[in-house]
């Protein structure tokens, strides 16, 4: 099963980006902890600053990966674009956020992509990518 990460903007500083509220662990560190989780799973792993950057990885990969967990990090209140590329593609995506989006600012709690994925993980810290794994290997 071919599963790709996908995080993006400021989710490069995870570990030393506002630790109250993402914690204090590297995704670098988190995605090592992942892969030795779940060996049988072919995971990988992309992030980009840029929303041009997460919109070419999506037309790369979205069709040949079984599923895509993507955090979009603030293009997840933002992008119309991202949620076209998702509605584009054949590869399943789950949304997740490490915080709960809607215990923050009320900006947060619309997102562009919630209509187009398959479902949406919120809150739980970094787990949140291990619950949307968790998912795609579970479903029928
Ligand atoms: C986030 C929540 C977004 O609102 C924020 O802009 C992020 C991270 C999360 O994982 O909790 O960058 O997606």
Redesign the pocket.
């Given at each position: 099963m071919k599963i790709l990460i996908i995080n993006?903007?400021?989710?490069n500083l995870l570990g030393k980006r506002e630790p109250s509220?993402?914690g204090t662990m590297s995704f670098d560190q988190y995605f090592d902890s992942l892969k030795t989780l779940y060996p049988i799973v072919d995971l990988s792993y992309f992030q980009s600053n840029s929303e041009g950057g997460l919109l070419d990885c999506l037309h790369k990969e979205g069709f040949n990966q079984d599923g895509i967990i993507l955090?979009?990090?603030?293009y997840?209140?933002t992008s119309v674009a991202i949620a076209d590329a998702i509605a584009a593609i054949n590869s399943p995506v789950i949304e997740?956020?490490?915080?709960n989006?809607y215990k923050?600012e009320t900006f947060?709690h619309h997102s562009f992509l919630s209509p187009v994925v398959k479902g949406v993980i919120?809150g739980f810290g970094m787990e949140?990518y291990r619950l949307a794994l968790e998912a795609f290997i579970n479903q029928d």
């Open positions: 993006g903007p400021n989710l509220i993402y955090n979009a990090g603030a997840t209140h997740v956020h490490i915080s989006v923050r947060r919120a949140s």
